[in-house]
């Protein structure tokens, strides 16, 4: 289990407890989601950048040089 650290503002005394059960469920359950979030992330970054690729390649089917493509990109 981890620790607390709870400061009474008014007084400025610092009481050091065990973590609820509570409190490490909750813990857990944020470390799950900013687990599912950084997943979300990369995955819409690799569909971006797979996307960014095919359009590359069509345009460049299409018959557009490498610098006319890296324009249209600017």
Do not use: F, H, N, Y
Not at 20 to 37: C, K, L, N, R, S
Not at 49 to 71: D, M, R, V
Request: aromatic share 0%.
């Amino acid at each position: 289990m981890g620790t607390v650290i709870e400061v009474d503002c008014t007084t400025g005394i610092s009481t050091e407890r065990e973590q609820t059960p509570d409190e490490i469920a909750a813990q857990e359950a944020m470390a799950a989601q900013a687990e599912v979030d950084r997943v979300a992330r990369e995955a819409e970054a690799a569909a971006v950048a797979a996307a960014k690729e095919s359009a590359q390649a069509k345009l460049a089917a299409l018959g557009l040089t490498p610098e006319e493509i890296a324009a249209l990109s600017k």
